[in-house]
């Protein structure tokens, strides 16, 4: 599918503040930021990272604000020049040094925005992240709502039938529900789990790191804003000014590819290759916040690299 899928939700006036300028800072200050975030973080106890667009451009995925942006170009009446498609499109450096972040346990949660499914796809342990807009690769049975996690993208969005049944077998026999992709159109309701978790992850964070993101989608947006209320520092890093910036703590403007690259080498970790699509669905670690939700139950297709039980609870 191609990653404009935001071609396929229905039609929506308030999409934002779009096209605004971005913003450069210089190599010496970004060195200087980047020592300040090194330090911010090793100092943490609870760190959460906020992910949006930005952090999937240089995989060739456009975002949505920015000057060349889906929604900036559409109301010039343009259409973004895409060269990948959600199948083709690979994880990037700062993906893959989340991924890093993760397994040295500092960053404990991952708070995401983008539904292309790269969080995933990396190996960034599923029981460690929200996807609150829905995932490219998912589709969910209307029945008994398992998750199915696909090795191509699902030919709908918008929460729409995707023509595929479950093939979940029990002692009745199989379920036969109809599944649907989880891709959330402009009115939809977040899923409680994935965003109950936000909540209460942002509310314990002694630290929000902002990637890529504007924050002018809400709830998404806002999560960030619990860290601060609760006595915890705000870093947002955007090319783009966020309507949170005056609550920042440290505001860096650079890539975020680079942004990651060098914040990984202050704390001495290597950003590891990406092998190809590999799915991990549980952390070594253990929770530290329980959702009083039903757990996500999910089945891996049997094409992805995958770690543990391809049919698991998280």
Request: glycine letters at 8%.
């Amino acid at each position: 599918m191609s990653v404009n899928y935001a071609a396929g939700l229905s039609d929506y006036e308030n999409k934002g503040k779009c096209g605004l300028p971005e913003m450069f800072d210089n190599e010496e200050t970004i060195t200087e930021k980047v020592d300040k975030l090194a330090k911010i973080i090793k100092d943490c106890k609870h760190l959460v990272v906020h992910t949006g667009a930005g952090v999937s451009t240089s995989a060739g995925i456009p975002d949505f604000r920015g000057p060349k942006g889906v929604w900036t170009l559409e109301k010039k009446g343009e259409s973004p020049q895409l060269d990948v498609t959600f199948g083709s499109a690979r994880p990037t450096k700062t993906h893959m040094a989340l991924v890093a972040l993760e397994k040295a346990g500092i960053v404990k949660y991952l708070i995401s925005q983008n539904v292309d499914g790269l969080h995933l796809r990396s190996g960034f342990p599923r029981d460690r992240f929200s996807e609150l807009h829905g995932n490219m690769f998912i589709e969910e049975c209307d029945k008994c709502g398992r998750q199915y996690v696909r090795d191509q993208p699902v030919p709908t969005v918008g929460l729409k039938l995707t023509g595929n049944s479950c093939t979940w077998t029990k002692s009745m026999g199989r379920c036969r529900g109809r599944l649907r992709d989880v891709i959330l159109d402009w009115e939809d309701s977040l899923p409680d789990r994935d965003l109950y978790l936000a909540d209460e992850h942002s509310r314990k964070a002694d630290v929000s790191l902002c990637l890529g993101t504007s924050l002018q989608i809400i709830p998404s947006g806002n999560l960030p804003l619990l860290t601060k209320k609760g006595g915890g520092q705000l870093i947002i890093c955007n090319l783009q000014p966020t309507k949170h910036d005056k609550k920042a703590h440290l505001l860096i403007h650079g890539y975020v590819d680079e942004i990651m690259s060098q914040l990984m080498q202050r704390l001495g970790l290597t950003i590891p290759d990406y092998a190809g699509p590999s799915v991990v669905l549980k952390s070594q670690y253990p929770p530290t916040i329980k959702a009083p939700f039903k757990e996500h139950r999910f089945v891996v297709d049997s094409k992805l690299e995958h770690t543990g039980d391809r049919k698991s609870v998280v």
